[in-house]
């Protein structure tokens, strides 16, 4: 006695497995696309956070300069202007630092070979002079090699990490020449590929995917102005303070002090370096205004001012916001930056949807 298959089974059983390879190809395409792009993906990253953080600015653009025929004028521009705010700051930092790197590698030579002298504020310490002095002796005034010796490695080591810092000089600079040409096509296809990504959203998650791009897309916004707009503010207003105040080599350490802000709490160690520098150099005035007037500014920013840029834009606790910064700097590198918060948006969005649904209640009969 046979039995016959329902007549829908064997093409119920086609359908399936036809679906199962269409994912298993997405998936594989998708995993060998990523794979064979990975070393570009930083890149594309940063384009999709400036598209995301310039859009409004875009928007408003071309509402008020309609484009014409070919819609390449405005994407150009954009780029362009974009470009130059963030290369030629880089640029005036690369020509700083090749400039004063010759004095920065003597001085690093002069205290490896010579050490450093015991300055002469030590001695009117009001207590523990003495000791701070033998330990200066025995720990910095020495150096730390044999003259001879020193300046034959040192020379090798100059060589090594200029040849270091040209590769890596050239490798970021492919990467934001890269970053910009797909920035300008994101810019020139952006109103398309928002539909199609709606579309897509749509398609897979219904309406709450839209509420999640829109809480992300948020997070960027308030991320790129709470650390970005802010931490160049705090970098600049530093820099006025260091050239004031007589820090040696003050665009360095301007900028230096603009990319720590951008991470809260970091830029406090910038501070005490610089005031390091200062006291050996015996400028304890300087050193004070420097890590006093710095440590309120970085007291200001990171407890009044980004809490309110970030967490209202975001709806999102600023112990959430720190943490996704913390980590999508660990886990992604500065692009963890805007990465990290937006990621810790969505999903604390999906956990508000999660608990403000409202219960139900088994009545007993």
């Known amino acids: 006695m046979s039995v016959v298959p329902p007549i829908g089974e064997p093409e119920a059983t086609a359908n399936r497995l036809q679906r199962n390879a269409r994912i298993s190809l997405v998936l594989l395409l998708v ?13 594309l990253v940063w384009a999709v956070v400036l598209a995301i953080a310039f859009w409004p600015f875009y928007q408003r653009s071309l509402r008020r300069f309609p484009p014409g025929k070919h819609n390449v004028v405005m994407p150009g521009l954009f780029t362009l202007g974009i470009g130059l ?17 010759h004095n920065v590698f003597a001085i690093y030579r002069h205290v490896t070979t010579d050490g450093v002298p015991v300055p002469d504020w030590i001695a009117h310490l009001p207590f523990g002079s003495e000791r701070v002095t033998q330990w200066w002796q025995d720990n910095l005034a020495g150096g730390m090699q044999p003259g001879a010796i020193a300046r034959r490695v040192n020379k090798a ?12 000089v050239a490798h970021r600079a492919v990467l934001f020449f890269f970053a910009l040409m797909t920035l300008f096509f994101l810019l020139k296809g952006g109103q398309e ?8 959203s749509e398609k897979m998650f219904g309406g709450r995917g839209e509420r999640i791009a829109r809480q992300m897309v948020a997070s960027v916004h308030g991320t790129v102005n709470g650390l970005v707009l802010v931490g160049l503010g705090e970098g600049f207003l530093m820099g006025l303070v ?10 360095l350490f301007g900028a230096l002090t603009a990319l720590a802000a951008m991470v809260p709490f970091a830029v406090t160690v910038v501070f005490i370096l610089i005031g390091l520098v200062l006291l050996a150099q015996g400028s304890i005035i300087a050193a004070i205004i420097v890590v006093g007037l710095g440590s309120v500014m970085a007291f200001l920013a990171d407890h009044l001012i980004r809490p309110v840029l970030i967490g209202g834009t975001t709806r999102l606790p600023f112990l959430w916001v720190l943490v996704g910064i913390l980590g999508g700097i ?9 990465v990290g918060p937006a990621l810790m948006a ?6 508000r949807e999660f608990t403000e649904r409202p219960s139900f209640r088994v009545v007993a009969d």
């Not at 969505?346 to 956990?351: I, K, R, S, T």
């Open 31 to 43: 995993g060998l696309s990523l794979w064979t792009i990975h070393d570009f993906l930083p890149a």
């Open 85 to 101: 705010v963030f290369g030629l700051p880089l640029i005036v930092v690369l020509i700083e630092g090749a400039r004063e790197w």
């Open 157 to 168: 080591e100059m060589v090594k990490v200029g040849q270091t810092i040209v590769r890596q």
């Open 193 to 200: 590929i928002v539909r199609q990504m709606m579309t897509a």
């Open 242 to 251: 260091y050239v004031f105040s007589g820090v040696p080599h003050p665009v």
């Open 330 to 338: 660990e886990t992604w590198g500065l692009v963890g930056l805007f």
């Open 346 to 351: 969505a999903l604390v969005l999906l956990w």
